[in-house]
């Protein structure tokens, strides 16, 4: 069952400071539901280049970075006639995000922190935490849906193609999508600004965020969360022959160009990294091209598929990226082999494969090869 079809469910809603999850506790108001806006204080930016310093006060960051978010987050609160709390979530937040993403760089992946967070955080510790305290649903600002598809519970894009952030939460199964609320499912991004300003939300106006939220309160360059970078060799993949000098492995992913400081008179692209040996590979265009992909920890949206071996399915390798045809085959538990039926460019360890039956999610999960 959707939680969309009750009136006076206790919601919880997840508020950043941001125009889409303001938007989103204003319609869940609306339709009658019982919220409570909860922002996160995630990091202080000075922890993200040291160990985290305990005792901060309520007052501290939330989620996207700085003290003027969880003030913004509260304004729109209050406005709104709803009660609203800070959880500190430092401690967590820096185990299973900021730790786990400098150790994927370190081990040459290109990680995504934001799946990381739906998954351990937002829609994992807070979907617990929310339980336990009798609330029936947690709500996001997020552009997805979660409707009724046959017998069970289905996550599905949203209507607003440009903002669709359903790859960013493949991570989503069958006990917890009829506790999950998306209310801005069915609405673009221009509808949820115009609706902000006509309540007179403070946060109609806020820019966009382009950025991570921890990568953006250090200017947008993650490099500076990694320590010093050790100097190694660019080497040509098929000869074997050293091209030139890296500054750090984990400064290079895969299908990068620009920035390599080698010039033999043709473009050349980083086709893999070895950190172990600290080597950046590179290679032509045609090197990046790939007809299939490993993965681990893969999850699926619904039972029915956890129990098949093979899935055909749309596979998108990156979140703007254009789904491939491809065919999962899931003989190892939480491991899978997608192959393609058109090649794809330079698929990225770390980076997340999403699976997709029209405008259905069905799961995905980490390339690791």
Request: overall charge neutral; some cysteine.
């Amino acid at each position: 069952m959707s939680f969309y079809n009750l009136t006076m469910s206790k919601v919880l809603v997840m508020m950043s400071g941001g125009v889409d999850s303001s938007v989103a506790a204003y319609l869940l108001k609306q339709q009658g539901h019982d919220v409570t806006g909860v922002t996160m204080r995630l990091f202080d930016p000075k922890d993200l280049l040291e160990p985290a310093s305990p005792g901060l006060g309520p007052a501290g960051p939330s989620c996207c970075g700085g003290k003027k978010d969880a003030c913004l987050a509260q304004d729109c609160a209050m406005l709104l006639g709803i009660k609203h709390e800070i959880l500190d979530e430092k401690q967590r937040f820096r185990e299973d995000i900021i730790d786990a993403f400098k150790g994927a760089y370190m081990a040459g992946e290109t990680p995504n922190p934001c799946v990381d967070c739906n998954r351990f955080l937002k829609f994992g510790t807070i979907l617990v935490w929310a339980q336990e305290r009798g609330v029936d649903a947690v709500a996001t600002g997020h552009y997805a849906k979660v409707a009724a598809s046959g017998p069970d519970t289905g996550l599905f894009k949203a209507k607003d193609a440009k903002k669709d952030q359903s790859y960013f939460l493949y991570m989503l199964d069958e006990r917890q999508l009829p506790r999950v609320m998306f209310p801005l499912g069915d609405m673009t991004k221009e509808e949820v600004r115009a609706l902000a300003a006509q309540v007179g939300l403070p946060t109609a106006a806020k820019p966009e965020s382009q950025d991570i939220c921890f990568v953006g309160a250090l200017g947008g360059d993650y490099r500076t969360m990694l320590g010093p970078a050790l100097e190694g060799p660019i080497v040509e993949r098929t000869t074997g022959k050293v091209l030139g000098r890296h500054t750090g492995h984990f400064n290079y992913t895969i299908g990068q160009r620009e920035g390599l400081g080698i010039a033999v008179g043709e473009p050349l692209y980083v086709t893999s990294v070895d950190a172990a040996k600290n080597t950046v590979f590179v290679g032509k265009d045609g090197d990046l091209v790939r007809t299939e992909v490993s993965l681990r920890d893969v999850t699926w949206t619904s039972r029915r598929h956890c129990e098949m071996t093979v899935v055909e399915a749309g596979v998108k390798i990156r979140y703007r990226s254009p789904e491939v045809a491809a065919t999962i085959h899931t003989a190892q538990a939480r491991r899978a082999r997608v192959v393609f039926t058109a090649a794809v460019r330079a698929p990225a360890p770390g980076q997340s494969a999403v699976f997709y039956d029209g405008d259905r999610v069905l799961g995905g999960g980490i390339i690791c090869g």
